[in-house]
């Protein structure tokens, strides 16, 4: 009991701190409260809670087809608890994808927009296809419990369809087992050619099954101990010994398939992912391979223990790899997780563990019954020997002790927590390089490989008339024509002011209650702040001409410049999505269209050859009527 006691604890700290981490990854966004890049934008999460979690959850559709298909009916006592981790597996790799996708409420977008050529569209309906079947098979669990004529038929009707559940469960698992490893065929520039191979959406089906029967023999050990039940050593018996067999069919394979391709003399070779390879074949499968070979390991508690779990930790190795670590030798990309990147999954899987205590605790979950707190000498309620009245109930003390955890839990992850994660991401500041002119010019802000060739005659002709320049150029300062954009959009992402308070007070010889700008409705002198500053066009009155299309947020006030990029994707995204339509360019509002990749890197040493680059034709739209002025991207 005191074991079940410290474990829970642990957990419902874990959660805690979880939970507190999980606010600030939704509040803030996913870049201050990981590590990932554009370089590595599949990390931690990716490789444990969705591909770890869906392997680990693979002793659901194993068991079940065991018992239900090939009618081994003395497994049968461990179908509920096995399709219970699934369940719980699979609901974890989806809480764990809600953390890792950038736009998480938009996933529903997969069920209605079908991409069927994408492995991944096929991973995403399998998953959530068998998550509703795995519901359905455990649905019994709790149904059989309820009184009310309605939910028993529903019980009845659940309980006659398990087969055909069973069926649709496997199929739905072995699709996305392997389709998992199909996320990876397109990247053999990317994954170390020891783990890369076109079977690999077989080796991940394969090395599903032997995870799975371990996965289910952990979580019979675990329980077991510390629910301090009697273990299942005879039916673990059998699956240590079908996990051999698997283990020696899935290294075959393997290393048949490196013979093959002719790669294993680099196992020997030496260096970071030799010896990684190394060390992942060795604990997910040939030393468990040769423990479960041996029926004295087998028939021991401590031999199926370091078995099942150096088999567990192996093959989430093995996800981990794929998923990141193998890709290190070959793209030079170095990857940490944060630690609240690690916490968030522990916190995930505690919060599973919890919950499958709860149902083992309450419901008919092993065969034995529930395993309820008052089989335990310590649960048990303490009575006044005189009144009878009670003086101590078991479960209070726990529920001020699990909500202490989990406060201390989240408080210790926000004492923890790095500012930048607490109060957001900033910028690193990057000051726009201006353009470089010619016949056409080079739209560079930031001198990286996503130049935009823009073809200024082309534009011209579109927006034809007087006011042509100012269509595009929406302010001009003093002294100039056409006031370049990176004259007051001087960061590529940061808002800029390009207000001179020093020089306006110098100008306009302001005396110290500055009233030449800051007054109140009375023409009094008034607060010195943005808010309180009279109009700048009552005294520019030319610096926004007619026709600009952009226009001001607030009237008659400049008010900060947007970054380079929002300035530049403001501007031109609205007009190309007006003119898409009437255009001979198809595709106008299309990403490609600007950038199309037509020019080099820019080199420092030879800076010239971008110019070269400006005799590629650019994009020229057909002259099409101008489209109105709107302010969707206004100063």
Same mark, same amino acid.
């Given at each position: 009991?005191?074991?079940?006691?410290?474990?829970?604890?642990?957990?419902?700290?874990?959660?805690?701190?979880?939970?507190?981490?999980?606010?600030?990854?939704?509040?803030?966004?996913?870049?201050?409260?990981?590590?990932?890049?554009?370089?590595?934008?599949?990390?931690?999460?990716?490789?444990?809670?969705?591909?770890?979690?869906?392997?680990?959850?693979?002793?659901?559709?194993?068991?079940?087809?065991?018992?239900?298909?090939?009618?081994?009916?003395?497994?049968?006592?461990?179908?509920? =608890?096995?399709?219970?981790?699934?369940?719980?597996?699979?609901?974890?790799?989806?809480?764990?994808?809600?953390?890792?996708?950038?736009?998480?409420?938009?996933?529903?977008?997969?069920?209605?927009?079908?991409?069927?050529?994408? =492995?991944?569209?096929?991973?995403?309906?399998?998953?959530?296809?068998?998550?509703?079947?795995?519901?359905?098979?455990?649905?019994?669990?709790?149904?059989?419990?309820?009184?009310?004529?309605?939910?028993?038929?529903?019980?009845?009707?659940?309980?006659?369809?398990?087969?055909?559940?069973?069926?649709?469960?496997?199929?739905?698992?072995?699709?996305?087992?392997?389709?998992?490893?199909?996320?990876?065929?397109?990247?053999?520039?990317?994954?170390?050619?020891?783990?890369?191979?076109?079977?690999?959406?077989?080796?991940?089906?394969? /090395?599903?099954?032997?995870?799975?029967?371990?996965?289910?023999?952990?979580?019979?050990?675990?329980?077991?101990?510390?629910?301090?039940?009697?273990?299942?050593?005879?039916?673990?018996?059998?699956?240590?010994?079908?996990?051999?067999?698997?283990?020696?069919?899935?290294?075959?394979?393997?290393?048949?398939?490196?013979?093959?391709?002719?790669?294993?003399?680099?196992?020997?070779?030496?260096?970071?992912?030799?010896?990684?390879?190394?060390?992942?074949?060795?604990?997910?499968?040939?030393?468990?391979?040769?423990?479960?070979?041996?029926?004295?390991?087998?028939?021991?508690?401590?031999?199926?223990?370091?078995?099942?779990?150096?088999?567990?930790?192996?093959?989430?190795?093995?996800?981990?790899?794929?998923?990141?670590?193998?890709?290190?030798?070959?793209?030079?990309?170095?990857?940490?997780?944060?630690?609240?990147?690690?916490?968030?999954?522990?916190?995930?899987?505690?919060?599973?563990?919890?919950?499958?205590?709860?149902?083992?605790?309450?419901?008919?979950?092993?065969?034995?019954?529930?395993?309820?707190?008052?089989?335990?000498?310590?649960?048990?309620?303490?009575?006044?020997?005189?009144?009878?009245?009670?003086?101590?109930?078991?479960?209070?003390?726990?529920?001020?002790?699990?909500?202490?955890?989990?406060?201390?839990?989240?408080?210790?992850?926000?004492?923890?927590?790095?500012?930048?994660?607490?109060?957001?991401?900033?910028?690193?500041?990057?000051?726009?390089?201006?353009?470089?002119?010619?016949?056409?010019?080079?739209?560079?802000?930031?001198?990286?490989?996503?130049?935009?060739?823009?073809?200024?005659?082309?534009?011209?002709?579109?927006?034809?008339?007087?006011? /042509?320049?100012?269509?595009?150029?929406?302010?001009?300062?003093?002294?100039?024509?056409?006031?370049?954009?990176?004259?007051?959009?001087?960061?590529?992402?940061?808002?800029?002011?390009?207000?001179?308070?020093?020089?306006?007070?110098? /100008?306009?010889?302001?005396?110290?209650?500055?009233?030449?700008?800051?007054?109140?409705?009375?023409?009094?002198?008034?607060?010195?702040?943005?808010?309180?500053?009279?109009?700048?066009?009552?005294?520019?009155?030319?610096?926004?001409?007619?026709?600009?299309?952009?226009?001001?947020?607030?009237?008659?006030?400049?008010?900060?410049?947007?970054?380079?990029?929002?300035?530049?994707?403001?501007?031109?995204?609205?007009?190309?999505?007006?003119?898409?339509?009437?255009?001979?360019?198809?595709?106008?509002?299309?990403?490609?269209?600007?950038?199309?990749?037509?020019?080099?890197?820019?080199?420092?040493?030879?800076?010239?050859?971008?110019?070269?680059?400006?005799?590629?034709?650019?994009?020229?739209?057909?002259?099409?009527?101008?489209?109105?002025?709107?302010?969707?991207?206004?100063?």
């Amino acid at each position: 009991m005191r074991k079940l006691l410290a474990v829970k604890g642990s957990l419902w700290f874990l959660v805690g701190a979880a939970a507190a981490i999980a606010v600030f990854r939704f509040w803030r966004g996913i870049g201050p409260t990981t590590a990932l890049t554009d370089l590595t934008p599949w990390g931690f999460w990716i490789g444990f809670d969705v591909m770890g979690g869906v392997a680990l959850a693979a002793g659901g559709f194993v068991i079940a087809a065991t018992v239900y298909v090939f009618h081994l009916e003395r497994y049968h006592a461990i179908v509920r =608890p096995a399709v219970l981790t699934a369940f719980l597996g699979y609901l974890a790799v989806a809480v764990g994808l809600l953390f890792d996708l950038g736009l998480p409420w938009n996933i529903w977008h997969m069920i209605i927009f079908w991409n069927p050529h994408s =492995p991944l569209f096929e991973v995403g309906m399998c998953v959530m296809c068998y998550l509703t079947v795995l519901a359905l098979e455990f649905a019994p669990v709790v149904l059989e419990l309820a009184k009310h004529p309605l939910l028993q038929k529903i019980y009845l009707i659940v309980k006659k369809a398990t087969v055909p559940l069973v069926i649709l469960g496997i199929m739905f698992s072995s699709l996305h087992q392997s389709s998992l490893g199909s996320l990876f065929l397109i990247m053999p520039h990317r994954l170390h050619e020891l783990w890369y191979t076109p079977i690999l959406p077989i080796l991940f089906f394969l /090395s599903a099954i032997p995870l799975g029967l371990m996965m289910v023999t952990t979580e019979s050990l675990v329980s077991s101990t510390l629910y301090e039940s009697e273990y299942e050593l005879p039916l673990l018996q059998g699956l240590g010994k079908a996990c051999s067999w698997a283990l020696w069919v899935y290294l075959a394979v393997r290393f048949g398939d490196l013979a093959v391709r002719g790669v294993l003399p680099r196992i020997f070779e030496g260096g970071f992912a030799a010896n990684l390879f190394i060390v992942e074949i060795l604990i997910c499968g040939i030393i468990p391979a040769i423990l479960l070979s041996i029926p004295a390991v087998r028939r021991s508690f401590l031999g199926l223990a370091v078995s099942a779990g150096i088999t567990v930790v192996g093959f989430v190795m093995n996800r981990l790899d794929v998923g990141g670590l193998a890709m290190i030798e070959t793209t030079g990309t170095r990857y940490i997780p944060s630690w609240m990147e690690v916490v968030i999954s522990l916190g995930i899987v505690a919060g599973a563990a919890l919950v499958f205590f709860f149902v083992a605790e309450n419901f008919a979950l092993m065969h034995g019954g529930p395993m309820r707190k008052d089989r335990f000498k310590l649960a048990k309620p303490k009575f006044h020997p005189a009144t009878g009245v009670i003086v101590a109930d078991p479960y209070w003390p726990g529920i001020k002790r699990y909500s202490f955890r989990f406060v201390l839990g989240a408080a210790l992850a926000v004492t923890l927590m790095p500012q930048v994660a607490r109060s957001g991401k900033a910028w690193v500041k990057q000051p726009v390089h201006p353009p470089a002119y010619g016949d056409k010019i080079v739209i560079d802000g930031n001198l990286n490989d996503k130049a935009v060739l823009f073809n200024h005659q082309s534009h011209l002709a579109v927006v034809e008339g007087p006011d /042509s320049c100012a269509y595009c150029h929406h302010m001009v300062l003093t002294g100039a024509h056409a006031t370049g954009c990176a004259r007051c959009h001087q960061d590529q992402n940061i808002p800029t002011s390009i207000f001179d308070h020093k020089l306006h007070a110098e /100008s306009l010889k302001a005396g110290p209650d500055c009233k030449a700008c800051h007054t109140d409705p009375r023409g009094r002198p008034g607060r010195k702040d943005v808010e309180h500053t009279k109009p700048c066009l009552e005294c520019h009155t030319a610096m926004i001409p007619e026709g600009a299309f952009v226009k001001l947020k607030v009237p008659g006030k400049i008010g900060l410049a947007p970054g380079y990029v929002d300035a530049m994707h403001g501007l031109c995204i609205p007009c190309h999505e007006k003119m898409d339509g009437g255009s001979a360019v198809p595709g106008l509002a299309n990403c490609t269209t600007c950038h199309s990749g037509a020019i080099p890197a820019f080199d420092p040493l030879s800076p010239d050859q971008r110019m070269q680059a400006l005799k590629t034709k650019a994009p020229e739209p057909s002259p099409s009527p101008k489209p109105s002025a709107a302010g969707s991207a206004g100063k």
